[in-house]
DNA sequence: TTGAGTGCAAAGGATTTGCAGGTTC
DNA sequence: GAACCTGCAAATCCTTTGCACTCAA
């Protein structure tokens, strides 16, 4: 993989974050002269193949990216290619992961999330599906995305 | 709220998945007749908001849709509204959700899931954004989704 | 009767693809 | 110079909306 403008200034627009971005606002972040929107789905798509960015959803479906730091360390296991689910009994996080590799289950990561609306948000409409909330950026420094990943 | 041919379809078909299923499933199992896709959409999303079933998303960022029955029992905020994410440090999920309404967060959930490439599909490649599986129906009886829901 | 529900058609918005031209190695 | 990257434009796909009509309460 070749080491381009573009993907230099992604990855630093994600180092700049910590925590979960909407692809929109890395394109901006990163200023938009860089490269066109499509370029940064692409690198993004090429990174999260390679581990080195992981991704997580919206409430509202949409996207988010975030770089691969540490190994944070659980209920439902989805096959990434068929999106069967299957059932996982044994609750406790830890050795979670090594249990789903023993059942034969390659590339495991896990994502635990909250939603909820928060108290300035109190009185507004819900959001419907695809409806990017005003400003979706994710607060930095107050986000944990435990999410992990194993070959 | 009025008690519809569709709706109850809709409500039958959910009973008899035990786990998250695509709308478009949804749609087949009650048959296509019954009602437009359409309809399906607007009465998943009018359950939701009576907390009658409850919404994930799939690895492709499209969403499924499962009964709410039992209560299931962390690390990431995300404001329904404004998208906007908030650290959690508080780690077990016990206590968790109260915790948040603590804080002033009202409509609390949660999703833990866990994604992995299964046995069988090894060998096949990567799923992209939007590329919808070959069959991306949940198998029954084996899927968990601790997602929960506090007023 | 009458307002909530529905169908059909079309709009919206995020993500992907095709192809020609550029750039890194 | 070849293979990989990009830009631009257009296509896709899921989800939402508008509007007139139907039906449960």
Redesign the interface.
């Given at each position: 993989m070749r080491i381009t403008k573009p993907r230099v200034a992604i990855i630093e627009a994600l180092l700049r974050h910590h925590?979960?971005v909407s692809i929109e606002r890395i394109h901006q972040d990163m200023g938009t002269r860089v490269c066109d929107l499509v370029t940064v789905y692409r690198c993004l798509?090429a990174f999260e193949?390679l581990g080195l960015v992981r991704r997580s959803?919206?409430?509202?479906?949409?996207?988010l990216y975030e770089l691969v730091l540490g190994t944070?360390s659980?209920?439902?296991?989805?096959?990434?290619?068929?999106?069967?689910?299957?059932?996982?009994?044994y609750f406790p996080v830890e050795g979670?992961?090594r249990m789903?590799q023993e059942?034969?289950?390659?590339?495991?990561?896990?994502?635990?999330?909250?939603?909820?609306?928060?108290?300035?948000?109190?009185k507004?409409a819900?959001?419907?599906?695809r409806e990017?909330?005003?400003?979706?950026?994710?607060?930095r420094?107050?986000?944990?995305?435990?999410e992990s990943s194993t070959l």
């Open positions: 925590g979960p798509s193949n959803y919206q409430h509202n479906g949409t996207c944070p659980h209920y439902h296991i989805v096959c990434k290619h068929c999106g069967k689910t299957d059932r996982v009994d979670m992961e789903l059942r034969g289950y390659t590339q495991i990561s896990h994502i635990v999330e909250f939603f909820g609306v928060c108290p300035t948000c109190q507004v819900p959001v419907r599906h990017v909330p005003a400003e979706a950026t994710p607060v420094g107050t986000s944990v995305n435990i």
